[in-house]
């Protein structure tokens, strides 16, 4: 059946939604018999499992929190994991609670960052196997930015400067590791031996449109604390799957639906 006449729903127009002009619905395509094998479904393969501590910006004994490789649109996007080869329905109950203490304390410790208003927390669980939750930082005073499209305008906005972004990983590693574990990210410092080479784009420094706060020391090219890309890059490359032509694309979308195929994201580690 033609799709192009079937209506556009409500929430495209919403203020929140981040696209205008003439669009139409994708057509729906056949549901399949057997669904796919999402990465790391088996342990051996799971990307998570494999990837050091050294990765993350907060370990402990059960659960770690990653970011992303670089810095996104939003002041601050991170990642829970447990360290057990679970998904979410899977916890037992030892991990179930500590999964709740641990959103809220996740939670808090990203909404005390200058600039943050809410954080939204989500389980798509769509790419990869081994249970990870989704923080996202909405800035604050962006009313266009509340709610379902959070994700969405991730992509969309102006990325943030990298030295902000650093010191907002080192303030919730730290505030993590108040309560327990081990802050592996650290703050942003001087490098006087060599110039910088981190790829730090003036022009999304300029705009500054997401967060009035300058960055107070220049970037070095330390340390990376983590790379979610490696989560959803899930299969090895011996199993057959459709890579992603553009490696810059938010591994948010690929578990959000925003993306045609949940695809894991080819990525390197760093
Ligand atoms: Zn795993």
Not at 90 to 108: F, I, K, Q, Y
Not at 123 to 128: F, L, T, V
Request: aromatic share 6%; with cysteine.
């Amino acid at each position: 059946m033609p799709d192009n006449t079937v209506p556009l729903p409500d929430f495209t127009r919403w203020p929140s939604f981040p696209f205008e002009g003439d669009m139409r619905v994708r057509p729906l395509a056949a549901p399949v018999e057997v669904e796919p094998p999402r990465s790391g479904e088996d342990a051996a393969d799971c990307v998570a499992c494999g990837t050091p501590d050294d990765s993350y910006i907060w370990i402990s004994e059960r659960w770690r929190v990653r970011a992303m490789d670089r810095p996104t649109g939003l002041p601050m996007v991170l990642i829970l994991e447990c360290r057990s080869h679970l998904d979410l329905g899977d916890l037992p109950n030892l991990l179930a609670a500590e999964l709740g203490v641990m959103t809220v304390r996740l939670e808090r410790a990203i909404r005390s960052l200058d600039g943050v208003a809410r954080v939204h927390v989500n389980r798509w669980g769509d790419g990869s196997a081994h249970l990870h939750m989704w923080f996202l930082a909405r800035p604050y005073g962006r009313l266009q930015l509340r709610g379902t499209f959070l994700s969405l305008w991730d992509d969309i906005l102006p990325v943030i400067p990298e030295p902000q972004w650093r010191e907002n990983l080192a303030l919730v590693a730290a505030w993590l590791a108040g309560f327990g574990g081990e802050a592996i990210a650290e703050p942003p410092h001087i490098q006087w031996e060599s110039p910088s080479t981190i790829a730090y784009s003036p022009t999304a420094n300029a705009n500054g449109t997401i967060d009035e706060t300058s960055p107070e020391t220049p970037d070095s090219e330390d340390r990376r604390p983590a790379t979610l890309g490696d989560i959803e890059a899930a299969k090895p490359p011996s199993q057959t799957s459709t890579p992603d032509p553009d490696p810059t694309t938010s591994p948010i979308a690929a578990e959000s639906g925003a993306r045609e195929e949940p695809t894991p994201q080819p990525q390197a580690t760093t």
